[in-house]
């Protein structure tokens, strides 16, 4: 009878220390999100097709599978090593953590593109290495800052009508240190100031024309001058 405990006992134990497990991914399965993996503390032995665990998987969905090579942690049913789960996988000596901080929420791709936010520093930021960024909303989009905004490019597309106020709605200021080209017709509302107007070619004037500085043109027509 005691013989027969200490063999359940021993039986329990060497089941329960087999619950939890760390090895190797060597195979993945994309389309089912499963991976094999391999246990160097059992003389290699490969699992069957564990599948990975996500925070979601029927009405929303996501998904982010382990790479070959990388160091998982498992947990097996009690019943046997042929039911279990892929919980995570973990850093190591060979695998160090992409930044030291526990303000940093981070995502590291194996391109070297990034993204992450500093709850220290408010900050959200990203970087894509090399390659194109696109959003598309089906309604409206906004961005609010409570400073500024800055745009920056080599070339910048605006596609559409562009309609510009200040932050409230109301008349705002637009201020250019660039040279200007227009393709169509210009239509302003409201008086027009300029230092100095160089014209190559005609131009037309229904009403006064003021200048500050001095008007060149080859020909000018119209009521003013």
Known sequence: MFAEILERLANLEASHSRIIRAGEVVGIDEQRGTVRVQFNDADNVISYNLPVLFPKTHADKCIHMPDLGEHVACIFLPNGQEQGFVIGAFYSKADKVPVASRDKRHIRFRDGSWFEYDRAAHKLSGHVVDGDAELTVGK????????????????????GNVSQTDINGQQGTEIKNTITTHDGSYTLDGPMRVSDLIVDNNVTIGGNLTTDGNAHAETRTGGGS
């Open 140 to 159: 409206t989009a906004k961005l609010v800052a409570g400073v500024s905004a800055t745009t920056m490019a080599p070339t910048i597309y605006l596609m």
